[in-house]
């Protein structure tokens, strides 16, 4: 990794996402390049990656094995059509995916992004519906600070106000939204799953009954919600969620962009809850975040369906992307999951857990700490806000980790950690050591 230092370019130009662009660009913090667990920053310092990156490199930064499959396939195939076109790595890339995913969802659909991945998961449910005789199914149940991405299907599914307000007049119809699941005063600094809390899931019985079974499409949930602050699922509440849309005939979507590819310790979190939706949406870890590259698993019913609906010759499901199975982004994901294997890293997650829950909950009784809450190797730490000023505290913890050399996330005032599959129990210890003097010293 090279650590030498770099100029700052013009930031002008560039309009961030997520990012306060005024507050960035007067101290604005650059990342220059990355290997394993560290990135280098543009005046060349090394940082500890507790995030993955954003949730995404399982496999820690610059994986030789996958820049150089990238490299070869962009000077052999750099881009193909995808449409009424194929190449040999997105039939290979979509075996291999199907081949980790829960069994009969062997169907695969491969967008760019998690955001795309939930429109496109929305959309097969509606023409599964449709393909049946049962267009009427058009409302979609997500749940409230669930985080669905940034089309306006995911938005309209998800429940995190701040991103819907500016945008809500316009947000898909026929949508509604299950309670969330995270109680602290009744499971805080759960460890794991917490007890309580199943219950919850029966109140998609009291919404069924408002808006009749026959008219709901899907329901959509991350199985473990991670933007909006690491919400633990309570025990039996994704089985009871799965048990009342099998009782009325409605689809079950995960939403695994975050949990897919061994951060609860499996290939997904429906293998580690041992609970089967019928579609599954995936992006992030995919490959390794090398190339941008999302996917739908998709229940073979549920795909045969649709498919053997339309009148021959007929193009079945009029959605996709210039995009989908990008010849470099194949490449990369064939390279990745030939890693996940080869290095065991599902099964090295799930052996980690116990080390990592350890450690993040060591940080219990550091000033400001609300809360604590872990799974695999995925955990958050809620801060207290500032009063009159939420989220100032969680950012002041971000800069100070950064500075201390360790990378967090933060949501407001939650400091989420998901580190690339490959970390160490010494770098554990250090991330967590870390945060505790960083809360020490925080106002």
């Given amino acids: 990794m090279d650590a030498a230092k770099t ?4 930031l002008d130009a560039l309009w961030m996402p997520f990012t306060a662009n005024r507050q960035y660009k007067a101290a604005p913090r650059l990342l220059a390049s990355a290997s394993g667990m560290y990135y280098s920053t543009h005046d060349g310092r090394k940082v500890l990656d507790a995030c993955a990156g954003l949730w995404c490199v399982a496999a820690g930064h610059c994986r030789t094995e996958i820049t150089e499959a990238v490299a070869r396939q962009v000077q052999t195939l750099d881009y193909a059509p995808p449409f009424q076109m194929g190449h040999p790595l997105a039939f290979e ?9 829960p069994a009969g969802l062997d169907r695969i659909f491969f967008t760019n992004s998690g955001s795309e991945s939930v429109d496109t998961a929305l959309k097969i449910a509606l023409a599964y519906h449709r393909a049946r005789g049962e267009g009427q199914r058009t409302r979609i149940i997500g749940r409230e600070r669930g985080y669905h991405g940034v089309g306006f299907g995911g938005m309209a599914v998800g429940g995190i106000g701040p991103n819907r307000k500016m945008f809500s007049a316009n947000l898909m119809p026929g949508t509604d939204h299950l309670p969330a699941t995270l109680n602290i005063a009744e499971a805080g600094f759960s460890k794991g799953q917490p007890q ?8 998609l019985e009291r919404i069924l009954a408002l808006h009749d079974p026959s008219n709901v499409a899907a329901v959509i949930v ?19 969620l799965r048990e009342i849309t099998s009782k009325y005939g409605i689809l079950l979507i995960f939403d695994e962009v975050i949990t897919a590819f061994g951060r609860l310790g499996a290939a ?3 293998e580690r809850f041992q609970v089967t939706p019928d579609l599954i949406t995936m992006a992030k870890a ?8 999302g996917a739908v698993a998709v229940k073979r019913e549920v795909h045969d369906a649709v498919v053997n609906a339309a009148a021959a010759g007929a193009i079945e499901l ?7 199975a990008h010849p470099l982004a194949c490449a990369a994901a064939i390279a990745a999951l030939d890693i996940y294997a080869r290095e065991n890293l599902f099964g090295r997650a799930a052996a980690l857990a116990p080390a990592f829950e350890a450690a993040v909950h060591g940080v219990r009784g550091a000033p400001h700490v609300k809360d604590i809450r872990n799974l695999g190797m995925v955990a958050g730490i809620e801060l207290e ?3 009159g000023q939420p989220g100032a505290r969680g950012y002041e913890a971000f800069l100070k980790c950064l500075e201390r050399g360790v990378l967090v996330r933060y949501t407001g005032d939650i400091l989420a950690f998901s580190p690339p599959l490959i970390i160490d129990e010494a770098q554990i210890g250090e991330i967590f050591d870390t945060v505790r003097k960083v809360l020490q010293e925080l106002p």
């Fill in 7 to 10: 100029v700052i370019p013009d």
């Fill in 93 to 101: 890339a979509a075996t291999k995916v199907a081949g980790i995913m």
């Fill in 196 to 203: 309580w809390g199943a219950h919850l899931a029966d109140d």
């Fill in 222 to 240: 991350e199985p473990l919600a991670g933007s909006a602050g690491v919400l633990v699922p309570p025990v039996g509440y994704l089985e009871r």
């Fill in 268 to 270: 997904t979190a429906a």
């Fill in 286 to 293: 995919i490959n390794n975040a090398a190339v941008p590259m």
């Fill in 318 to 324: 009029p959605h996709g992307y210039t995009y989908s």
């Fill in 385 to 387: 806000p500032r009063a």
